[in-house]
């Protein structure tokens, strides 16, 4: 799911003048499309048509990819917006809406307008999402340093993403768990959780795949179970933490993607206990943990 959130903005006494570039790849003629965008450019008060002298530029490109027709505008290099559409209907609705997204989002625009803006505008626009909301869920095996060895499990986590070029801030929620063992002198991780919140860049911004990296900081719970002394023993701690991530983000050019990862957490300061020596001699230990997995995001 693709949610866009558009502020809408006071009206210039005076027009962009905005030059117009068109390409068609799909099923509808480049001339046809071109003088769609101007039509309904025309109804746009703050910008004007024109063929040089510009001080922005709006970009229209329709497409085939797999089994659908898109859409994409842009306006000066800023972050695109993409729409499927089935019909020529169709096609002229996500046009308008595409128009009315970027159009607004037109740094002249904005540059030109923001001293308008009254103090509520201006804190609605400093938070203002000029990219996609990826809303999306993602599996993965989790490995936990313990002291005594390493503990693995399977674990979940539910993000919210969004962003504008190849920026994108997000947080994330996750949880594992992992199965007892029962050996002598044995460690395991039965249940580990945390919340971040960080940032990954994408290495560009027009192909259907891109891989990236980021990362950030978080707050983690970790909970230790195991033998030692011949006694069963409990270590629970919370942890803050900060995370490095990496990965490839598939099928970007539609309204579905998939996300295939690595992210390594590393805590600011030990797992302790001095009561127990179950993680070790002196209670006290380094339990970084891995995370590799694959999410879906809509």
């Not at 006290?284 to 943990?289: C, F, I, K």
Request: a negative charge.
């Amino acid at each position: 799911m693709a949610i866009v959130v558009f502020t809408s903005l006071p009206a210039v006494a005076e027009q962009i003048s905005t030059c117009v570039q068109v390409t068609s790849t799909a099923k509808v003629a480049t001339e046809e499309l071109k003088k769609m965008v101007s039509v309904e450019l025309s109804h746009f008060t703050n910008h004007r048509e024109v063929e040089q002298s510009c001080e922005t530029t709006l970009t229209v490109e329709t497409f085939p990819f797999s089994d659908k027709q898109y859409i994409t505008l842009r306006v000066s290099g800023e972050v695109p917006v993409r729409y499927a559409y089935a019909n020529t209907d169709d096609l002229i609705h996500q046009l308008k809406k595409g128009l009315k997204l970027v159009l607004g989002n037109d740094p002249v625009y904005l540059k030109e307008n923001i001293s308008q803006y009254s103090d509520t505008q201006r804190a609605l626009h400093s938070v203002q999402i000029k990219g996609h909301i990826r809303i999306r869920t993602e599996i993965f095996e989790s490995l936990t340093r313990t002291g005594k060895g390493a503990s693995s499990g399977p674990g979940m986590a539910f993000s919210v993403s969004k962003g504008t070029h190849q920026l994108f801030v997000f947080a994330r929620l996750h949880a594992s768990l992992s199965l007892p063992q029962h050996s002598e002198n044995s460690v395991w991780r039965p249940v580990g959780a945390g919340l971040d919140a960080g940032f990954n860049y994408e290495f560009n911004d027009t192909r259907p795949a891109a891989g990236y990296i980021g990362a950030g900081l978080g707050i983690g719970f970790v909970r230790f179970e195991g033998t030692s002394d011949d006694r069963h023993q409990i270590v629970n701690e919370l942890l803050v933490q900060c995370f490095l991530r990496a990965g490839v983000r598939l099928f970007r050019l539609t309204d579905f993607d998939m996300d295939l990862f690595v992210a390594a957490y590393l805590p600011f300061f030990p797992t302790s206990d001095v009561d127990t020596t179950l993680l070790d001699n002196d209670g006290r230990v380094y339990t970084p943990h891995l995370q590799a997995g694959i999410g879906v995001g809509f």
